[in-house]
C-alpha cells in the first residue's frame, strides 16, 4: 500500500512560473552545470517525470510460482491412491505453498493501519470478489454437481473462497498484531488453542483463519533484509538437500499421515487424535513449513523472467482454476485409465500449469476485473487525500 501524501504539499507554493519545452515540461534548470552548451536545447530533467512505484520482479515470481503449486497440488490430489509418488509430491507441496503465499500476503499487508482508501481497497478487491465467486461457485455446484439443493451461504466458504474470508480478517486485525510485544509468538498460541478447539465451528472457516494467522504474523513483521537472507548462494544450495529430505520423509509419510492435518480445517479432536496431539503438530507442522518456505523463496529467480508480469493476477489464477479443478472431479475426468499411468500423471501435471498460467494473462485480468477489482466508486464518498495524492502525482 503507498503511503499517504502529507496534505500540506497541496499547500507549498508554486515556484516561478518558467517557459515550458515543447514536451510539455519545464526545462531543465541550470541547463550549463548538467554540461549543456550554450543554445543547446535544453535536456529533459529526470525529476520532472512522475516517479512510478516499480514492482519488485521476485515477488511476482514468487507468487506466480506459488500459485502453479497450488494448481498442481490439485491435479494431483485425485492420483494419490494410485500412486505413491503422487501423494509424496501433494504432501510435499501442501505443507508450504499456502504458507507462502499468506507470508508474502502478509509482507504486503505491513502498510496497512485501516486509512479510508486502504479499507475501500480491502473491500473491493477481497471482500466483493469473496461474495461474488460465493454465490458463482454456489451456482456451479449446483448445475455441474447436479445439486439444484445446495444452499448460499456468506458464513460457510465453499472450495477456494476461505482465503479471501481468511485475508479480509487477517488484514483488518493488522493494526493489532504490529502493537503488541510478542506477536508472533502471540500468533501461535491462538493457533495452538484452535487446534484443540473443537467447539469453533465452520463460520467463515474459523480453523483455517486461526491455524494459518502466524504465517500472515511473520510477513507483518518481515523486512527486504530477511528476504536478502534466503536469495543468496548459500541459501539456494542448502535449500536443495533440505527439499530432498523433505521429499523423502513426504514419502515415508503417504501410507502413515493423514494429509488432512496439512489443511489446518479441523481441531485435533476431530481429526480423530487426543487434544495434545493438535499442540504437537501445529508446532511440527509450522516448523516444517517455515523451512520449505524458505527453501521455495530461495529458488526464486530475482530477475525479470517470462512469467513476471503473470504475478499481478495470482488472484485471478486461484479464484478461476477452482471452476476447472472440481469440475474434473463432478464431470469424472480422472475415472479415464491412462490418467493414472506415469506418463498420463505427467500430461495432468502440464496441463494444469498450462492452465494456471493461461488464468493469470493480461487478458483475462481485463475480461475478469469486474469481479476482482471492481471500482465502486458509487458506493463510497469521496476522500479527500486521495484527490491531494493525484493532484501531486499529476
Given at each position: ?254 501410507e502413515r499421515m493423514n494429509a488432512a492435518w496439512f489443511y489446518h480445517y479441523n481441531s485435533a479432536q476431530e481429526m480423530g487424535a487426543p487434544w495434545w496431539i493438535g499442540v504437537i503438530m501445529t508446532f511440527a507442522l509450522f516448523g516444517c513449513s517455515m523451512v520449505l518456505t524458505a527453501c521455495f523463496l530461495a529458488w526464486v529467480p530475482g530477475r525479470h523472467m517470462w512469467f513476471t508480469a ?85
Open positions: 500500500m503507498k503511503q499517504e501524501t502529507e496534505t500540506t504539499a497541496a499547500r507549498t507554493p508554486l515556484p516561478p512560473a518558467r517557459t515550458a519545452s515543447s514536451s510539455g515540461h519545464a526545462p531543465a534548470p541550470d541547463a550549463a552545470r548538467q554540461g549543456a552548451s550554450p543554445g543547446a536545447p535544453p535536456q529533459p530533467a529526470a525529476a520532472d517525470k512522475p516517479k512510478r512505484k516499480q514492482r519488485d520482479p521476485y515477488f511476482d515470481n514468487a507468487k506466480y510460482l506459488a500459485i502453479v503449486l497450488v494448481a498442481l497440488g490439485h491435479s494431483w490430489e485425485p492420483l494419490r491412491d494410485g500412486s505413491r509418488a503422487a501423494g509424496a509430491l501433494y504432501i510435499f507441496v501442501y505443507a508450504f505453498h499456502m504458507p507462502a503465499f499468506m507470508v508474502i500476503s502478509g509482507y504486503f499487508s505491513r502498510s496497512f493501519e485501516g486509512r479510508p482508501h486502504q479499507l475501500k481497497r480491502l473491500v473491493t478487491g477481497v471482500a466483493v470478489p469473496y461474495v461474488l465467486f460465493e454465490v458463482a461457485y454456489t451456482l456451479f455446484k449446483r448445475w455441474a454437481d447436479d445439486d439444484p439443493g445446495y444452499p448460499f451461504s456468506l458464513l460457510d466458504p465453499w472450495y477456494l473462497t476461505w482465503f479471501l474470508a481468511a485475508l479480509f480478517i487477517w488484514r483488518l486485525t493488522t493494526p493489532l498484531w504490529k502493537a503488541v510485544r510478542w506477536p508472533v509468538a502471540l500468533s501461535l498460541a491462538v493457533a495452538v488453542l484452535a487446534s484443540v478447539s473443537p467447539d469453533i465451528g465452520d463460520d467463515l472457516d474459523l480453523q483455517r483463519v486461526l491455524q494459518f494467522l502466524p504465517f500472515f504474523v511473520i510477513g507483518l513483521h518481515l523486512k527486504p533484509e530477511h528476504f536478502d537472507l534466503v536469495r543468496t548462494r548459500r541459501a539456494r544450495l542448502l535449500a536443495l538437500p533440505v527439499a530432498l529430505v523433505a521429499l523423502t520423509v513426504a514419502y515415508w509419510a503417504v503473470l504475478g499481478a493476477g495470482t488472484l485471478y489464477g486461484y479464484l478461476l482454476h477452482g471452476f476447472v479443478a472440481k469440475g474434473s472431479r463432478f464431470w469424472d475426468w480422472y475415472e479415464v485409465d491412462w490418467v493414472h499411468t506415469p506418463l498420463g500423471a505427467i500430461g495432468v501435471t502440464c496441463l494444469a500449469a498450462a492452465l494456471i498460467t493461461a488464468l493469470c494473462t493480461p487478458p483475462v485480468q481485463r475480461a475478469f476485473r469486474f469481479a476482482m477489482e471492481p471500482k465502486m466508486t458509487w458506493a463510497f464518498r469521496s476522500d479527500p487525500s486521495a484527490s491531494a495524492r493525484e493532484r501531486v502525482r499529476s
